[in-house]
């Protein structure tokens, strides 16, 4: 695929970017290059390569996937004007 000139306007408008009409022809250059060098990386063969996250090998600490309360009701509840059962008591907004 190239780039010309109405392709790098209607990339400058999409992405946002102010780009004068003088500097349109070496965007497209720019846009160009990318490409082929997208290509040439295209080119490469990936098949037993590993997918990877990080480039040093770790393992990811894991815990118990179990639902709590989080033990933290009585904290809450001492910010609290006032509470009753557990609960925050707060003014009726509805009659």
Avoid: C, Q
């Avoid at 999409?14 to 990318?34: F, K, M, Q, Y």
């Avoid at 040439?40 to 600490?61: I, N, Q, W």
């Avoid at 996937?65 to 008591?89: L, Q």
Wanted: proline share 5%; aromatic share 4%; charged share 30%.
């Amino acid at each position: 695929m190239s780039i010309d000139r109405n392709v790098s306007r209607r990339v400058a408008h999409l992405a946002r970017i102010a780009v004068p009409e003088s500097e349109l022809d070496s965007l497209s250059g720019e846009l160009n290059r990318i490409l082929a060098f997208m290509d040439v990386l295209g080119e490469a063969d990936t098949e037993d390569v590993p997918a990877m996250t990080s480039v040093t090998p770790m393992d990811l600490k894991r815990r118990k996937d179990e639902v709590t309360d989080g033990n933290y009701s009585a904290k809450i509840m001492s910010n609290a004007p006032e509470s009753r059962e557990g609960f925050f008591v707060v003014p009726k907004v509805v009659e």
